[in-house]
């Protein structure tokens, strides 16, 4: 059971739920904090639960380091959509109840590698390119598969799964993208050129940027959680990564009543009454 220590009341629920499954049979890890490094600790894991929202479950699915072990989301937070169970539902199915048509949901995720280093970075969401509060215009040129692409002139870049193409990427203009797809979304941050518009690639491809201009407070932000500093010259190549997230997801409601629901997908705007 993994919550975060910025919720103090999802470490209260999660204590709740572990004793549920614990009284059931289980044997029950609590990770409180959300700091441990869960890829070396669940290995033998049946089940991982993340009790908190969308922000821990992002954190839950980079930590376990794509090990295929089913993740379910309790959400406490505002919107829920990564995060699609009650606390109440899941209580009840570790209290005995039968879940309702649960089903696994396998999400694509991404690796990020920087100079060439031995060491990963994993993404469920995005990578974006994120300046500091003094925004200008950065050069930042792209490669796909080895292959030159294009030189982006923007504010900043954004690499998004499919999971990750309904958050900032969606904001920027950026296409929502169906969650059976494997595909990488490269949409730019206000590019200087019109024609330099939302990109779909193979979720096979190998992309590749170099920062090609000099600019203070350049980072790479992963998932919104992490940071990455950046400077003139550093390469970086995302692709996707070995492993998905395995996600254990409701039934009663289709991926197009989530957008519905919880981004008012194609609601109609509410007029003011005079």
């Known amino acids: 059971f993994s919550s975060t220590h910025y919720k103090p009341r999802a470490q209260e629920l999660a204590r709740r739920l572990a004793m549920s499954a614990g009284t059931m049979g289980a044997e029950v890890l609590l990770d409180l904090d959300g700091e441990q490094p869960l890829v070396d600790i669940a290995g033998d894991a049946d089940l991982v639960v993340a009790v908190g929202g969308d922000g821990t479950l992002l954190g839950t699915a980079r930590r376990l380091g794509g090990l295929p072990i089913p993740v379910l989301g309790v959400n406490l937070g505002k919107l829920g959509f990564l995060a699609e169970h009650r606390f109440e539902d899941v209580l009840g199915y570790f209290e005995g109840r039968a879940p309702d048509g649960w089903c696994l949901n396998p999400k694509m995720m ?43 002139r923007a504010d900043g870049l954004v690499v998004s799964t499919p999971t990750g193409s309904t958050a900032y990427s ?20 206000a590019p200087h050129s019109l024609t330099n518009r939302p990109m779909v690639l193979h979720g096979d491809t ?69």
């Open 170 to 189: 969606l904001s920027l203009g950026g296409p929502i993208l169906g969650q059976g797809l494997r595909a990488l979304v490269v949409t730019p941050i």
């Open 110 to 152: 991404l690796e990020v590698t920087l100079n060439g280093t031995a060491s990963r970075t994993l993404a469920l969401n995005d990578v974006i390119v994120s300046q500091g509060v003094m925004t200008r215009l950065i050069e930042i040129g792209m490669e796909v598969d080895g292959e030159h692409a294009t030189e982006y």
């Open 206 to 274: 190998q992309v590749s940027f170099e920062v090609l201009s000099e600019v203070d407070e350049l980072a790479l932000v992963v998932d919104g959680q992490e940071r990455l500093d950046l400077r003139r010259g550093d390469r970086f190549t995302v692709g996707a990564a070995a492993g998905d997230l395995v996600l254990v997801s409701p039934s009663d409601l289709t991926y197009f009543d989530v957008l519905r629901h919880k981004l008012s997908w194609g609601a109609k705007p509410q007029l003011e009454e005079d």
